[in-house]
C-alpha cells in the first residue's frame, strides 16, 4: 500500500521564481489499484511522481510504502519497494543490453545481487509466456537490442 499524506513541495522557495507544485496530497493506493492522475501543462504530475520515488526531498508530509516510511530515504533505496516506468523508455532502461536483460534486471531490482549468470531458462519462458499473451509476436524479439528495437519501431512508425 502506498499512502501520500499532507505532501508539499515547493521549488526555489523565498526567490522570485518560487513555485508550489504540490500543496497537501493527499493518496492511498492499494495493491493492485490502478490509478490515472489528469491534470493539464505544469500541473504537478510529474512532481508528485517525482517525490513519491525520491528523486527529489519534499517540503511537508510524508510517504509509507507497506507502512515502511520512505519520506527522507535516498531514491536508490527506496529502488528497493517502489519501481517506475518513464514515458521516455530510452530513459531507464539500458540501451546498449538485449531486452529480455533489461528485465531481468528489473526483476532483481531491491534483491540480493551476486556474481551469477543472469539468464535463467525458467525467467526467458516467463518473459515469453507473458509477451505472447499480447499477441503480437514481441516474444520472439525479447534478444534484441533495447535501442536498436526502438529505433526499428521508431522507423516503423514513421512509414
Ligand atoms: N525540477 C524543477 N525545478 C523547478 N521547477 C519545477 C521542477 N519540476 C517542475 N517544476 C515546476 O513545477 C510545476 C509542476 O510541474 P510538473 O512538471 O510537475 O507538471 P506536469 O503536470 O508534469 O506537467 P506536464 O503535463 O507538462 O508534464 C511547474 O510550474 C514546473 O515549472
Ligand atoms: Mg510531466
Known amino acids: 500500500m502506498l499512502e501520500v499524506k499532507n505532501m508539499v ?5 523565498g526567490t522570485i521564481n518560487e513555485k508550489t507544485a504540490l500543496q497537501g496530497i493527499e493518496l492511498r493506493l492499494e495493491e ?5 492522475v489528469i491534470g493539464g501543462n505544469g500541473a504537478g504530475k510529474s512532481t508528485l511522481l517525482n517525490s ?14 507497506n507502512d515502511i516510511d520512505v519520506t527522507k530515504m535516498p531514491e ?14 530510452m530513459v531507464g532502461t539500458a ?11 528489473a526483476m ?4 540480493n545481487l551476486g556474481l551469477k549468470w543472469a539468464f535463467k531458462d ?3 519462458a516467463f518473459f515469453k509466456e507473458r509477451l505472447a499473451l ?5 516474444e520472439d524479439r525479447l534478444s534484441a537490442r533495447m535501442a536498436y528495437y526502438l529505433v526499428v519501431n521508431a522507423n516503423l512508425l514513421h512509414y
Not at 536508490?76 to 523508455?89: E, L, M, N, S, T
Not at 499480447?134 to 514481441?138: C, D, E, I, S, Y
Open 9 to 13: 513541495k515547493t521549488f526555489f522557495k
Open 32 to 36: 493492485g489499484d490502478f490509478c490515472t
Open 52 to 65: 513519491i520515488a525520491g528523486v527529489f526531498p519534499v517540503d511537508e508530509g510524508s510517504i509509507t510504502i
Open 76 to 89: 536508490y533505496k527506496r529502488a528497493k519497494y517502489i519501481g517506475r516506468v518513464f514515458q521516455d523508455p
Open 95 to 105: 540501451g546498449n543490453m538485449q531486452i529480455e536483460e533489461n528485465l531481468i534486471l
Open 108 to 111: 532483481r531490482r531491491g534483491k
Open 122 to 124: 525458467s525467467e526467458q
Open 134 to 138: 499480447l499477441g503480437l509476436g514481441l
